[in-house]
C-alpha cells in the first residue's frame, strides 16, 4: 500500500485491511456469466407485474415486511414472529453475528465455504475459526464441534456449501446439534436449499422446533430469480430474530423487492418446475465431466465446483477465453454456475481439453 493509499482519519486496521467484495469478471455480450450463481431463467410475467405495480416510491417501505413474513410463516408452519426478512440472506448473517459474536469472541465454521463469512466475522470484531473441509470438499462436523470453545459464539453450517456443493445429511447434522451447548447459535445456511435433490440431506425447516438455538437462512435469490431485488428471510427462535432485528439497518427491504417475494410464492410450483431443469442439468453436466476425467464433488446447488488447485488461474483464464466467465478461489478451485444449455454444452467441450493437460496429480483429475 503506497503512501497514497492510506486513509486520511484512524480506521479500524482490521476493517483497512480487509479485502473489499469482489465480484467476478464481467461477461460481455457474446460470453455466458456462470460467476454469480444467478438462476439463467428470466422473470415470470406475473411477477413482473408485480415489480412493476409496486411503485409508491415516495413512500418508505413496510420496516418488518410483515405481508411478505406472513406469507413465510404460513408456508413453513411457524408465526409470523419466527420469520424475519432481509436484504438478501448475507444481511441476515450479518445481522445474527452482530447480535450473539463481538471482540474477544470467535465464529466457527467449514472453510473453504461462503467468501462472505469471514469479511462479515471481522466487522463484527470478532475471530474467524476455520476448520478445514474434508477430502470429499464436505464439513467435518466432527471436527468442528472439538474446535468450540467457551468463546465460540456462533457456528455456521453451509448445506449446500457454497462453493464445492456438497451437502451436511440430517444425520450428521443431528449428531452434530446433539454435543453443541445448547446456549450456542448454530445458523444453517440453505441458500440452495431448493436445488438439493440428496434424499438424506439436512432439511433445517424441519428441525426448527427441535433445536431452540438453531436459525435457518433461505433466500429468494437462487431459487425464485430475485438475486437483483435482494430478498432473502430467517427462521427461528423469536428472541434470536428479535436480536438480529435490532441489528439491522431499518427499511433495508424494498416495496419492490417484497412485492417481487409475494409473488414468486404466488407461483411457486411453476418456479420450482425451473429448479427441477436445473438440477436435471447439473447432475447431468457432472456426470459428463466425470465421464471425462474429472474427479469433482457431487454437486447439490446450482453450480460446480473443479477443485484445480495451483493451476486454478491458468484453468478460469482457458474458461474466459472460451466466452465462461466463472468465479475462481486461487489455490482451492473453480466454481462454476449451472447457467443456458448452451452455456453448459461449451463447458463440457472446453472442460474435455482441459483436464487432459492437468499435470499428474491435480486434484481435479480422476486418477488412473
Known sequence: MSPSDLPSVRLRPEIVALPAYRQGKPADASAFKLSSNENPFDPLPSVIRA?????????????????????????????????????????????LILAAAGPGDEVLYSWRSFEAYPGLVTVSGATSVQVPNRADHGHDLPEMAANISDRTRVVIVCSPNNPTGTIVTAEEFDAFMAVVPRDLLVILDEAYAEFVTAPDAVNGQLLLARYPNLVVLR????AYGLAGLRVGYALGPVPILDAARSTAIPLSVTGPAAA??????????????????????????????????????????????????????????????????VRAFQPDGIRVSIGEEAAVEELL??????????????PARRLG
Open 219 to 222: 433466500t429468494f435469490s437462487k
Open 260 to 325: 417481487a417475494a409475494i409473488a414468486s410464492l404466488d407461483v411457486e410450483r411453476e418456479l420450482l418446475a425451473r429448479v427441477t431443469v436445473i438440477a436435471e442439468r447439473r447432475d447431468a453436466a457432472w456426470r459428463a465431466l466425470g465421464e471425462q476425467g474429472w474427479n469433482i464433488p457431487n454437486p447439490q446447488g446450482n453450480f460446480l465446483w473443479l477443485p484445480t488447485g495451483e493451476q486454478t488461474t491458468e484453468v478460469a483464464d482457458r474458461l474466459f477465453d472460451a466466452g465462461l466467465v
Open 349 to 362: 467441450r472446453i472442460a474435455a481439453d482441459i483436464v487432459g493437460n492437468l499435470p499428474t496429480g491435480n
Open 51 to 95: 415489480v412493476n405495480a409496486a411503485t409508491a416510491f415516495n413512500r418508505y417501505p413496510d420496516a418488518s415486511a410483515l405481508a411478505l413474513r406472513e406469507r413465510l410463516a404460513a408456508k413453513f408452519g411457524v408465526g409470523s414472529d419466527e420469520v424475519h426478512v432481509g436484504s438478501g440472506s448475507v444481511a441476515l448473517l450479518a445481522q
